[in-house]
Nanobody, 121 residues
């Protein structure tokens, strides 16, 4: 079993920045790819970013150039630096992890409880 706990969400005005963090515990030896998803009211869940054990990253087109995903050397912590935030970034952000070693078709086998990010004036 893998437990994921997110932190760092909150309220920020448009153009501002937030940094989300996720700590994994339990059977972390099983973790390969980690990533972030988000879900806004009335919208489908969106894959925001992923990162492999060797640091290969992917990003949704909607966040490229604004968000950066990173992973600690211990590979049990993943962060998401969010810059130039827009109102449309408002969502619950979920930390995810999976046993797979590549990001192809990544969906996340383990999910955290989510942290709210609200971008508003």
């Amino acid at each position: 079993q893998v437990q994921l706990v997110e932190s760092g969400g909150g309220l920020v005005q448009p153009g501002g920045s937030l940094r989300l963090s996720c700590a994994a515990s339990g059977s972390i030896i099983s973790i390969g790819v980690m990533g972030w998803y988000r879900q806004a009211p009335g919208k489908q869940r969106e894959k925001v970013a992923t990162i492999t054990m060797v640091g290969t990253t992917t990003y949704a087109d909607s966040v490229k150039g604004r968000f950066t995903i990173s992973r600690a050397s211990a590979k049990n912590t993943v962060d998401l630096q969010m810059n130039s935030l827009k109102p449309e970034d408002t969502a619950v952000y979920y930390c995810t992890a999976d046993r797979i070693l590549t990001s192809t078709g990544y969906k996340g086998g383990y999910w955290g409880q989510g942290t709210q990010v609200t971008v508003s004036s």
